[in-house]
């Protein structure tokens, strides 16, 4: 496997707007890179500049220890797994697989053995027979996965590909794509729009939108420390609740935000961030997640809102309701628990769980993030 180094990298048509605007970016060997954002934003852009489907206006790729600017695709060690299955429908599964090996001259013996082993780990081995009509969407990316793997290449490159399968089928894919990245040790640049499978699959997530990177770090850290507002909504699922407020009073490492209709709320935020940036009467953005906030009729500081839907899951019921002063927002529940529409919910949250957002829509780094729920405040 092979690492990636990407030094600002553009991409234009016709000498026009920058489709991708100065992307730097490194992806260490063995590491899975999720690159995620809204239909437009670039990601598969960036991923056909590294695969050479599309030539660069002006960076740097290297792949391992050699710059692959103007290398073709066939030279540059890689494999790429599309949306479309892009099988060959008159040949088995098995010749498929073995198409690109026979391609490269590779011996008999070595595909055969190569095939069947990559079959196997990917529970395909039963179906080497059979013509992709004959086999479920799942099946067919699967054996468009074992395509890739049996090329054994320096990084593999996945462009949407669960976005053709039924829900079901996407959470089984994922958690294979997930198996196989740990027992190959593989180097993988995976696109999607969906910021679950990105959550689930990346080792790190890189968020991008106008041609630009927003924010990149693990999971965790995107979730609990984004860096701006399009971060905080993009990441989380469902959408992180925002509010607009004003500064009222400047603490250590603490902001009073008076919401709009007058409600006011502590937020925990370090006080580095607020010397020189942040002043008295300052408009700002406060978010919280919708899993942050608790029902609590005895919480000093509480929020009263009105139910409008509530979407029962099981084990979880995700509440639509309306504050008083007429901002929507959306609880987390327990599933456990009626919820009527109409009815008025007492609401709560620590005020280590609040994100404020200055007016440019940048982050303030919150004091203590790994601190999110209190029934108490």
Do not use: W
Request: hydrophobic content about 40%; overall charge neutral; proline content about 3%.
């Amino acid at each position: 496997m092979a690492s990636v180094s990407i030094k600002q990298l553009k991409k234009s048509y016709d000498g026009k707007q920058d489709v991708l605007a100065g992307i730097n970016l490194e992806v260490k060997d063995g590491e899975f890179c999720v690159l995620v954002g809204p239909s437009g934003c670039g990601k598969s852009t960036l991923l056909r500049t590294l695969c050479g489907l599309e030539e660069i206006s002006e960076g740097e790729i290297a792949i391992g220890d050699r710059i692959v600017n103007h290398l073709p695709p066939a030279e540059r060690g890689i494999a790429m797994v599309f949306q479309s299955y892009a099988l060959y429908p008159h040949m088995s599964v098995y010749k498929n697989m073995a198409f690109g090996l026979k391609v490269g001259g590779a011996d008999k013996t070595a595909i055969d053995q190569q095939i069947r082993h990559t079959a196997e780990i990917l529970k395909i081995d039963h179906l080497l027979d059979r013509l992709p009509r004959e086999l479920s969407g799942g099946q067919r990316q699967r054996v468009a996965i074992g395509r890739a793997i049996v090329r054994k290449p320096k990084l593999f490159l996945f462009d949407e590909p669960l976005s053709n399968l039924d829900a079901a089928l996407r959470v089984q894919t994922r958690l294979e794509i997930a198996k196989l990245h740990r027992q190959l040790g593989a180097t993988i640049v995976y696109v999607t729009h969906d910021q679950v499978e990105a959550m689930t699959l990346g080792d790190k997530i890189v968020v991008m939108n106008d041609g630009r990177i927003q924010q990149c770090g693990t999971p965790l850290a995107l979730y609990q420390q984004p860096k701006n507002l399009f971060v905080a909504m993009f990441i989380g699922s469902p959408k992180m609740n925002v509010l607009p407020g004003l500064v009222m009073a400047i603490e250590e490492n603490s902001l009073q935000v008076q919401l709009d209709g007058g409600q006011q709320v502590l937020t925990q935020v370090s006080v580095e961030e607020i010397n020189g940036t942040i002043r008295i009467g300052d408009p700002v953005t406060v978010g919280i997640r919708a899993e942050h906030i608790v029902e609590n009729n005895a919480a000093s500081e509480k929020f009263s809102a009105k139910v409008n839907i509530v979407e029962h899951l099981g084990e979880a019921n995700f509440i639509y309701a309306t504050l008083q002063n007429g901002q929507d927002i959306v609880v987390r529940g327990d599933g456990n628990n009626t919820v009527r529409i109409g009815e008025t919910m007492t609401l709560s949250a620590a005020s280590s769980a609040f994100h404020v957002f200055d007016v440019n829509g940048n982050a303030l780094r919150r004091v203590k993030p790994g601190n999110l729920i209190s029934s108490k405040q």
